[in-house]
């Protein structure tokens, strides 16, 4: 059978990382690349990461972009320090891949590439701010008829953000990149919002657990997670896009409609705004996850780190 080819769009902190690691543990995948936005870390730190998790999973032949910097409008964004200043915990690794292992391309063009060197046959993951997925239909607006399918984490059901009261992390770093995404892109969309990932969390035990198996790959996600925020829950964000785009059947439950993002509002720039009415007579439709198959998910996870 044929492998699902994937294009991953990241900016890659630790929830990143676990995603990625997910995505590279499942047999049926192929990562065609791994394109890199600013988010979590600087666009350096996020570059940085990549390389570090395909190490780790020695998977150094996947080839690694850098993309954009900053968002499209280039606003000056808080730091965002969740996952440390690196987007890795602060775990430095003094051995870790330099940055000259880097594909010379940039990231919105070798996206644009791939898609068309591999039409109607690539599910392209965006698991960070959507600013390279922006650029690259603005460049060719034909791409998204070319996408099999489109997978991002990010936006929210029901106007609950963790960026601001109203907007997502990913959403709110570039609302007009998610906005050109949600509007251009007219393939299949499938949405992993933050409400669809903090209802479908995991528990504390079964994190340690899985950051406990004797692999090298458990020591790494350790060792990144060790000076953050412990939780009583644990939501690996990122992961339940990836394990969408892997597994189909892991959406248990979904809402189909169509979707925008509220650019202009004082306290809402930046929150997914959903059609569920259908009063704007959109014709492309989101998928929308609600509910997640765990123990499917639980599997794909565990996976990651064996």
């Not at 990913?170 to 903090?198: G, Q, S």
């Not at 785009?245 to 202009?264: K, R």
């Not at 998928?287 to 198959?293: F, P, Q, R």
Request: a neutral charge; charged letters at 25%; glycine letters at 6%.
């Amino acid at each position: 059978m044929a492998k699902k080819l994937l294009l991953v769009d990241v900016d890659c902190g630790v929830d990143d990382a676990q995603a990625l690691m997910m995505a590279l543990a499942a047999p049926e995948v192929q990562i065609l690349g791994i394109t890199c936005c600013f988010g979590n870390s600087t666009i350096e730190h996020v570059c940085r990461n990549v390389l570090r998790v395909l190490k780790v999973c020695n998977r150094m032949e996947i080839p690694v972009f850098r993309g954009v910097s900053h968002s499209l409008l280039c606003e000056k964004n808080p730091p965002f320090a969740h996952f440390g200043g690196d987007g890795l915990g602060d775990a430095g690794d003094p051995n870790s891949p330099g940055l000259v292992l880097l594909q010379k391309e940039h990231a919105v063009h070798a996206m644009i590439r791939l898609i068309n060197e591999h039409q109607h046959q690539i599910s392209l993951v965006a698991l960070g701010p959507l600013t390279n997925v922006a650029m690259a239909v603005k460049l060719d607006p034909s791409i998204p008829q070319k996408i099999k399918k489109l997978f991002i984490m990010g936006g929210n059901l029901e106007g609950r953000g963790n960026r601001t009261p109203c907007a997502e992390f990913n959403f709110c770093l570039d609302p007009e990149a998610a906005y050109i995404v949600l509007n251009d892109y007219t393939c299949p969309t499938y949405i992993a919002t933050l409400e669809f990932a903090l209802g479908n969390k995991l528990t504390k035990d079964y994190f340690e657990k899985w950051v406990n198996q004797d692999t090298e790959k458990a020591k790494f996600m350790k060792t990144i997670t060790m000076k953050l925020q412990q939780k009583d829950d644990f939501v690996s964000y990122d992961s339940y896009a990836v394990a969408a785009a892997i597994d189909g059947t892991i959406i248990a439950d979904y809402l189909e409609c169509a979707v925008n993002v509220e650019l202009q509002g004082l306290y809402t720039r930046g929150m997914m705004v959903l059609d569920v009415s259908d009063k704007w007579k959109k014709k492309h439709k989101a998928i929308l996850m609600k509910k997640a198959d765990l123990e499917k998910f639980k599997q794909r996870l565990w996976a990651a780190l064996a």
